[in-house]
C-alpha cells in the first residue's frame, strides 16, 4: 500500500494536540508533513505550495487558535485552490476544541468535519478512512478518552461479528460491527450534508446530455431546493449488512444465494418494500433514525450545492466509477472508486447499482410534501445514481428513473440516510406485495 501523504495544518497553541494526531496517524501508516509558523511570509508560502505539491489530503486542526491564525488561512486557502484543480483528494477538519457558531470562515465550514472534542478514536477512525488507512486498534492508539456508552449495545470495530460475516474491505471503509441483544448487525460510515440550499434538476444550455435528449424533461426546470442537515450512508447497503437482517428471520431477496460470495458488494433485487423494512429493522435494533433518502437528499449528496453534473465535476471520467463504459458487466465491492465522491465524501454515487429512494415519482418542482413521501402509495419511486448496465448519462447527479415498489432489478439497491424524518412516517405500513418480475 503506498503511505498516504498528508498535510498538517494547525496553530502551535494547538501542539499538544497535533502532536497526538500526528502521531497516530503515523503509526497507522501514513505519511505527515508540517510547514512550521514563524518563516517569513513569502517563505512559508513558498513552502506551503511545495509540501502540498508532495500531499493528497489536508488535516485542518479545527479550534479557535486556528481560525485566527493567518497562518492557518494561508495553509487552508492553498489547499482549497488545490483542491478545486483536483490536486488534492480532500481538505479534512477535525475539531479539537469548541468553536462559536458563526467564528469558521464559510469555505471551511461547508468541509464535512470530524468532531474529536467528543470521542477521538472516532473521529480519529474516520480520518483514517477517508484517506484510505484501516483503523487503529484501541490498544494501539494512543490514550483517549472512554467511547460514549451505548446502553445494550456492543461496540466493536468488527470484531462482534462473526469473521465468515465479516469482510476485509467493511473493516477497512469503516463498518462497524455489533451485536445487539443478540442480533449481529452493520452500522455503515456516513457523511454529513449540511443544512441549506441547493439547485436541483437539470439546465439544458449546461447539461448536453439534458439538451439532447428528451427522457431528460422530468429533470427540469433546475430550481432551488432548502433541506435541513442529514447525514447519508457513505456506501450503498452491501450483501454482508443485508444478510444481518435474513439471518434475523427476513425474507431472502431474489437471487440471493448468487450474492453470497459478495459480501462487500451492493445489495440487488430488492424490491422498495424490502428496502423501507430492512431501514426500520435497522432503525429498531439500533435506536437509530435510519431510513431511505428522499430523492432530494440524495441528489443534494451526489452533486453539493455548485450544480454539478457528476459527483466529481462536469466532465465524466470513466476511471471515477462503474458504468457501461468501464465493460465490467456486474457490479464492484463498494468504495472501490474513491476519486469518484461527491464533495461530502458520498461514494459510489455515479454507476454501480441503481438506488432506491424514499420518494414517490412526482413531476417537478421538488417539495416536501406528504404527497410525495406518501408510504401507503403503491406508484413509482424514484431511482437515482445509474448502474454498471446503464451509460455515463444515467449516472449524472440529476439522472431520475422509476420503478414500481413491488418490481427488483438485478442492478437495483438502495443506501441509508440518518436523521429525523421531514415527515411522519410512524404509520408506514411495513407489509410486502408479491414480487412482480422486471420488464
Known sequence: MVEPRIFISYCHEDEDFTRRLVGDLRQAGAEVRIVASGLAQDDSRQRIDEELAECKWMVLVLT??????????????????????????????????????????????V??????????????????????????????????????????VHRTLGSAIPDEHFSPTLARLGFEGRI?????????????????????????????????????????????????????????VTVAEYACFVRSGRPEPTMWQKQQNKLDHPVVAVTWYDAVAYAAWLAGQTREAWRLPTEAEWEKAARG???????????????????????????????????????????????????????????????????????????????????????ARNARAACRDLDLPSNFRGSLGFRLARAAPMLDLSDCDWSQPSRSRPS
Open 180 to 236: 445487539v441483544n443478540g442480533v449481529e448487525v452493520f452500522i455503515p460510515p456516513v457523511c454529513a450534508v449540511p443544512a441549506g440550499e441547493f439547485l436541483m434538476g437539470s439546465v439544458p444550455k449546461h447539461d448536453h446530455v439534458a439538451a439532447n435528449e428528451t427522457w431528460t424533461n422530468d429533470e427540469q426546470p433546475q430550481h432551488t431546493v432548502t433541506l435541513p442537515g442529514y447525514e447519508i450512508a457513505c456506501f450503498p
Open 111 to 152: 468541509l464535512p468535519r470530524y468532531d474529536a472534542t467528543q470521542e477521538y478514536p472516532a473521529a480519529l477512525a474516520a480520518v483514517l478512512r477517508t484517506v484510505g488507512l484501516p483503523p487503529i486498534l484501541p490498544s494501539h492508539a494512543t490514550a483517549a478518552s472512554p467511547p460514549a456508552r451505548v446502553p445494550e
Open 305 to 391: 450545492t455548485d450544480a454539478r453534473i457528476y459527483p466529481w465535476g462536469d466532465i465524466f471520467e470513466q476511471e471515477r466509477c462503474n458504468t457501461n463504459e468501464s465493460h465490467i458487466k456486474s457490479t464492484t465491492p463498494v468504495g472501490s472508486y474513491p476519486t469518484g465522491a461527491s464533495p461530502y465524501g458520498v461514494q459510489d454515487l455515479a454507476g454501480n447499482i441503481w438506488e432506491w429512494t424514499s420518494s414517490r415519482y412526482v413531476p417537478y418542482p421538488y417539495t416536501i410534501s406528504v404527497e410525495r413521501e406518501d408510504t401507503h402509495s403503491s406508484e413509482n419511486r424514484v431511482l437515482r445514481g445509474g448502474s454498471w448496465s446503464y451509460s
Open 64 to 109: 479557535p487558535n486556528a481560525i485566527a491564525s493567518q497562518h492557518v488561512k494561508d495553509e487552508v486557502q492553498a489547499a482549497l485552490v488545490r483542491l478545486s484543480q483536483n490536486s488534492i483528494h480532500d481538505v479534512i477538519p477535525v475539531l479539537a476544541a469548541p468553536c462559536v457558531p458563526g467564528t469558521i470562515p464559510p469555505q471551511w465550514s
